[in-house]
């Protein structure tokens, strides 16, 4: 059974740092894709980046260049380094696993974590 386990959220101020990290258990993570998605408080998950099987990554327009996904298939862990953080950034992050096709759409990843919740905040 395939489980994922967030960590590292917290409270910072902008223009802080944060790496979240993704702990996967039950299976191999190298044949899994990771996508790291948020969620504000009335507003829909949005993906923040993802990363398939042969560390292609990607990531949507605001994230680019500040923030940075990468993956440990020794320790089973997939992390987010978030940088130069800003308000609207504040959300739930989530990781979540997909077999096969890689894709953006968290519709298409069939196991989630519980989150991890980041602030930034003056």
């Known amino acids: 059974q395939l489980q994922l386990a967030e960590s590292g959220g917290g409270l910072v101020q902008p223009g802080d740092s944060l790496r979240l990290s993704c702990a996967v258990s039950?299976?191999?993570?190298?044949?899994?894709?990771i996508g790291w998605f948020r969620q504000a408080p009335g507003k829909e998950r949005e993906e923040v980046s993802t990363?398939?099987?042969?560390?292609?990554?990607h990531y949507a327009d605001s994230m680019k260049g500040r923030f940075t996904i990468s993956r440990d298939n020794s320790k089973n862990t997939a992390y987010l380094q978030m940088n130069s953080l800003k308000p609207e950034d504040t959300a739930i992050y989530y990781c979540?696993?997909?077999?096969?096709?890689?894709?953006?759409?968290?519709?298409?990843?069939?196991?989630w974590g519980q989150g991890t919740q980041v602030t930034v905040s003056s």
């Open positions: 979540a696993a997909s077999y096969g096709t890689w894709s953006n759409d968290p519709d298409k990843y069939e196991w």
């Open positions: 039950g299976v191999y993570l190298h044949y899994y894709n």
């Open positions: 990363i398939n099987t042969r560390d292609m990554t």
